[in-house]
């Protein structure tokens, strides 16, 4: 079975940047798409990045564009989430989920992981 572990999260200035890491275990990372979300106190979980099984496609929330970079390294087993110019805004708990393509509603994911807390002080 397929496990994911986010990490990489911390606490950082705005125009900061963190850079945060999906890594699977269990089965190989090579037939998922890889997607990154993120839920802030008091909203609900919103869809910031995907990246298709082989890096082909990739997709961006309006709000993280030109400032976010996802990527995967298939022989590490990892898919990462560069995230640059950091904003107060981007303050949540960011989680990785697996899908057979980069979907539209979280319902298509599974496998999530438990999250890593991203902090952008004001």
């Known amino acids: 079975q397929l496990q994911l572990v986010e990490s990489g999260g911390g606490l950082v200035q705005p125009g900061g940047s963190l850079r945060l890491s999906c890594a699977a275990s269990?089965?190989?990372?090579?037939?998922?798409?890889i997607g990154w979300f993120r839920q802030a106190p008091g909203k609900e979980r919103e869809g910031v990045s995907c990246i298709s099984s082989n890096g082909d496609y990739t997709n961006y929330a309006d709000s993280v564009k030109g400032r976010f970079t996802i990527s995967r390294d298939n022989a590490k087993n990892t898919v990462y989430l560069q995230m640059n110019s950091l904003k107060p805004e981007d303050t949540a708990v960011y989680y990785c989920?697996?899908?057979?393509?980069?979907?539209?509603?979280?319902?298509?994911?599974?496998?999530w992981g438990q999250g890593t807390q991203v902090t952008v002080s004001s």
């Open positions: 269990g089965i190989t990372l090579d037939y998922y798409a």
């Open positions: 989920a697996a899908s057979s393509w980069c979907w539209g509603h979280e319902g298509e994911y599974d496998n």
